[in-house]
């Protein structure tokens, strides 16, 4: 699976922006997805994850209620929805395919989209 994603950019406090995936690949419906991020100086963290039928999502602490994930396994597309972002959002946004759970084993990854809040 080839990953690419796109929809990252410059956005005030509190502001909204929606990530793109898109997936090339035969196995992208078979695989649990996930969005992923890295600030500066800072490791990458997890972010949300979805099951490969989209029945199940699973976010991070620090943005449950903000972020919401999903799928479109028909236009092979994972989306990020960021609400109430804050400077503490500014990050490198990656998505990232899993060839294990939908906690674990995430090995292949797109390139990364810039994501800067303001104050």
């Known amino acids: 699976v080839q990953l690419v994603e796109s929809g990252g950019g410059l956005v005030q406090a509190g502001g909204s922006l929606r990530l793109s995936c898109a997936a090339s690949g035969r196995t992208f419906s078979g695989q649990p997805m996930g969005w992923f991020r890295q600030a500066p100086g800072k490791e990458r963290e997890f972010v949300a994850a979805?099951?490969?039928?989209?029945?199940?999502?699973y976010n991070a602490d620090s943005v449950k209620g903000r972020f919401t994930i999903s799928r479109d396994n028909a236009k092979n597309t994972v989306y990020l929805q960021m609400n109430s972002l804050n400077p503490a959002d500014t990050a490198v946004y990656y998505c990232?395919?899993?060839?294990?759970?939908?906690?674990?084993?995430?090995?292949?990854w797109g390139q990364g989209t810039q994501v800067t809040v303001s104050s």
């Open positions: 979805i099951s490969k039928s989209d029945a199940k999502t």
């Open positions: 990232a395919a899993s060839g294990g759970s939908l906690y674990q084993g995430y090995n292949c």
